[in-house]
């Protein structure tokens, strides 16, 4: 199957879904003529893609390139200093007024994964539900699914101290789905895991974008993550590369 036809067939089967906790689909990410500097040096040469509603795009390039920058940036945790960028139609807010586009639309998955060491995985998803203010019952229920449906549920009350990275970075893609995200974006999902586990890893990821049609685009240097993807692009020194 063709990747376009592959993007219809996930968007087809997220509206098929369609319910009053998953959103019908994923939310298309327009970036045009982005650039970004730190200081002298040149993060982000005028940028330009389009990533479709309910698609898995992997950027790569070398380190340095840019790629969490731009990552970053349309997740709303960074700025460009020109161009713009579009998600879902709408422009991608600063981050200090970016509370609420971040709770409606994105979910972040990270290398380090992030998790609170002092919580256990169910206390680390019902975290990210707080700000959303869904009640205690709520938080408790939706943490118990997410846990199940990445096959760590056995491990609800641990520690992260007390899990490997596999089940630590399953337990970050379940709290990055807490509050039913449109768009996925994942840095660099597998660097902190060995080839095993990074598979597995990568198994869950293309099945849940199969089963809830989000978009999703990740960062990586990992050439298991392109061949799970629609589409690579690769950016090289803060450039799209043709």
Same mark, same amino acid.
């Given at each position: 199957?063709?990747?376009?036809?592959?993007?219809?067939?996930?968007?087809?089967?997220?509206?098929?879904?369609?319910?009053?906790?998953? #959103?019908? =689909?994923?939310?298309?990410?327009? $970036?045009? %003529?982005?650039?970004?500097?730190?200081?002298?040096?040149?993060? *982000?040469?005028?940028?330009?893609?389009? $990533?479709?509603?309910?698609?898995?795009?992997?950027?790569?390039?070398?380190?340095?390139?840019?790629?969490?920058?731009?990552?970053?940036?349309?997740?709303?945790?960074?700025?460009? %200093?020109?161009?713009?960028?579009?998600?879902?139609?709408?422009?991608?807010?600063? #981050?200090?007024?970016?509370?609420? @586009?971040?709770?409606?639309?994105?979910?972040? $998955? @990270?290398?380090?994964?992030?998790?609170?060491?002092?919580?256990?995985?169910?206390?680390?998803?019902?975290?990210?539900?707080? /700000?959303?203010?869904?009640?205690?019952?709520?938080?408790?229920?939706?943490?118990?699914?997410?846990?199940?449906?990445? !096959?760590? =549920?056995?491990?609800?009350?641990?520690?992260?101290?007390? *899990?490997?990275?596999?089940?630590?970075?399953?337990?970050?893609?379940?709290?990055? *789905?807490?509050?039913? #995200?449109? *768009?996925?974006? =994942?840095?660099?999902?597998?660097?902190?895991?060995?080839?095993?586990? !990074?598979?597995?890893?990568?198994?869950?990821?293309?099945?849940?974008? %199969?089963?809830?049609?989000?978009?999703?685009?990740?960062? /990586?240097?990992?050439?298991?993550?392109?061949?799970?993807?629609?589409?690579?692009?690769?950016?090289? %020194?803060?450039?799209?590369?043709?």
């Amino acid at each position: 199957m063709s990747a376009l036809r592959r993007r219809h067939a996930h968007a087809e089967a997220a509206t098929a879904r369609g319910s009053a906790d998953w #959103p019908a =689909a994923g939310a298309a990410v327009d $970036v045009a %003529d982005v650039t970004k500097s730190f200081g002298q040096i040149t993060a *982000l040469r005028g940028v330009t893609l389009r $990533v479709a509603a309910s698609e898995f795009v992997t950027i790569t390039g070398p380190s340095g390139s840019g790629k969490s920058t731009l990552l970053n940036m349309i997740g709303s945790l960074d700025r460009p %200093d020109s161009g713009t960028i579009l998600v879902d139609g709408m422009p991608v807010p600063e #981050p200090r007024h970016a509370v609420e @586009f971040r709770r409606r639309l994105v979910g972040f $998955v @990270f290398q380090d994964n992030l998790l609170l060491p002092y919580l256990s995985a169910t206390a680390n998803i019902e975290a990210a539900l707080l /700000s959303a203010g869904v009640g205690r019952r709520e938080r408790r229920e939706r943490s118990a699914e997410l846990l199940a449906e990445v !096959g760590v =549920a056995d491990r609800a009350q641990h520690l992260p101290s007390e *899990l490997s990275g596999g089940q630590r970075q399953a337990v970050a893609l379940a709290r990055a *789905l807490a509050n039913h #995200p449109r *768009l996925l974006l =994942a840095d660099e999902p597998t660097g902190a895991l060995d080839s095993v586990s !990074g598979a597995r890893a990568l198994d869950l990821l293309a099945a849940i974008r %199969d089963r809830h049609g989000m978009t999703v685009v990740v960062v /990586s240097h990992d050439a298991a993550v392109a061949e799970r993807a629609d589409r690579v692009m690769r950016l090289v %020194d803060g450039a799209i590369q043709s």
